[in-house]
Every structure is written in C-alpha cells, then in structure tokens.
C-alpha cells in the first residue's frame, strides 16, 4: 500500500470531518439567532381560522 494515497486519503477525511463540524456549529449558531427573532404575534396567526374540533 502506498502511504502517500493513505495519508493523502485520511487528511481528506480528516478535512471533510473539520468542514462538516464547522458547518454545524454555524447552523446550529444560526438556529439559534433565528429563535431569538421569533416575534409572539405570530402564534396567534398559526390557528387563525382553525377551530379546536379540527385540530
């Protein structure tokens, strides 16, 4: 086996592994910012029209 194309082979893993973690820390940073935004009024729209015996 040619230690090159395993080394070339674990760091690309290794640096999909880093990209992927990083982008779910952002996502997840992301989420978070997005919940804070969330304004009450709107839950008043989400059963607008609906009634208790439909749901």
Do not use: H, W
Request: hydrophobic share 35%.
């Amino acid at each position: 086996m040619n230690t090159s194309k395993v080394s070339t082979s674990l760091l690309s893993n290794l640096m999909q592994e880093v990209l992927r973690l990083l982008r779910q820390k952002e996502l997840e940073s992301c989420y978070r910012e997005a919940s804070a935004e969330i304004d009450p009024i709107f839950d008043i729209a989400v059963s607008d029209g609906i009634n208790d015996k439909t749901r």
